[in-house]
């Protein structure tokens, strides 16, 4: 299988930083662009694309967080890295507010930018790797299946399921193996308000604790 090329651009309107950042993400495999400004990065990441970004903090024009404030606000699944030899207590503090994978402080050395590249590969790759398996159980959501309710209990646990799928609340369905656990969940699903939503089927021993938490 060939390799995913991740394409990553970076922002900074001082040449020489921004093409030792690219040599360090080429090595590590990184398709590079570079945008000279604020203003010429947010123009990029418009054009879309990009599966992250690596942002310089002081620049002309519209500096990094103004630049990381656009990209969370429209592109929020974008990891975002900020560069500065300017970090104060504030800046740093409102950059991980916004969301932003990590903070780069100016000067460092190889060793500190290529571990951060390889920390930001392996995001990324464990995202595409969740993606995948959800666009899979979206695919295999197939029909409905019938519920038959002969019996007076099973009657009785429809009528109280579909009166609790009127309340945005968790519902725990829990029973034997085989009694038809995930069929009601479907129908609850199907009588809810979320009903124009997606329905996923989650093997929780498939995953790992980390992945079941950013799911």
Same mark, same amino acid.
């Given at each position: 299988?060939?390799?995913?090329?991740?394409?990553?651009?970076?922002?900074?309107?001082?040449?020489?930083?921004?093409? /030792?950042?690219?040599?360090?993400?080429?090595?590590?495999?990184? %398709?590079?662009?570079?945008?000279?400004?604020?203003?010429?990065?947010?123009?990029?990441?418009?054009?879309?694309?990009?599966?992250?970004?690596?942002?310089?903090? @002081?620049?002309?024009?519209?500096?990094?967080?103004?630049?990381?404030?656009?990209?969370?606000?429209?592109?929020?699944?974008?990891?975002?890295?900020?560069?500065?030899?300017?970090?104060?207590? %504030?800046?740093?503090?409102?950059? /991980?507010?916004?969301?932003?994978?990590?903070?780069?402080?100016?000067? /460092?050395?190889?060793?500190?930018?290529?571990?951060?590249?390889?920390?930001?590969?392996?995001?990324?790759?464990?995202?595409?790797?969740?993606?995948?398996?959800?666009?899979?159980?979206?695919?295999?959501?197939?029909?409905?299946?019938?519920?038959?309710?002969?019996?007076?209990?099973?009657?009785?646990?429809?009528?109280?399921?579909?009166?609790?799928?009127?309340?945005?609340?968790?519902?725990?369905?829990?029973?034997? @193996?085989?009694?038809? @656990?995930?069929?009601?969940?479907?129908?609850?699903?199907?009588?809810?308000?979320?009903?124009?939503?997606?329905?996923?089927?989650?093997?929780?021993?498939? /995953?790992?604790?980390? %992945?079941?938490?950013?799911?």
């Amino acid at each position: 299988m060939e390799q995913q090329k991740w394409k990553l651009l970076i922002v900074d309107d001082e040449p020489a930083m921004a093409w /030792f950042l690219a040599d360090i993400a080429e090595s590590e495999g990184y %398709e590079i662009e570079i945008a000279e400004s604020g203003d010429e990065g947010v123009s990029k990441i418009e054009q879309g694309g990009y599966h992250a970004v690596l942002t310089d903090y @002081r620049m002309p024009g519209q500096n990094g967080l103004d630049l990381i404030r656009f990209t969370r606000e429209h592109y929020p699944d974008i990891p975002l890295v900020m560069i500065t030899g300017y970090a104060t207590v %504030e800046n740093t503090i409102e950059a /991980f507010h916004l969301g932003v994978f990590d903070l780069l402080e100016k000067p /460092f050395d190889l060793a500190i930018g290529r571990a951060l590249l390889q920390r930001l590969r392996e995001t990324l790759e464990r995202q595409q790797r969740l993606l995948s398996r959800l666009t899979h159980l979206r695919q295999t959501n197939d029909a409905l299946p019938v519920i038959i309710s002969e019996s007076g209990a099973m009657q009785r646990s429809l009528r109280i399921a579909k009166t609790l799928s009127a309340h945005p609340d968790p519902l725990l369905i829990y029973g034997e @193996r085989g009694c038809g @656990r995930t069929t009601l969940a479907r129908w609850v699903h199907q009588w809810s308000s979320e009903v124009a939503l997606p329905l996923l089927q989650i093997e929780c021993s498939a /995953f790992n604790l980390q %992945e079941l938490e950013q799911l």
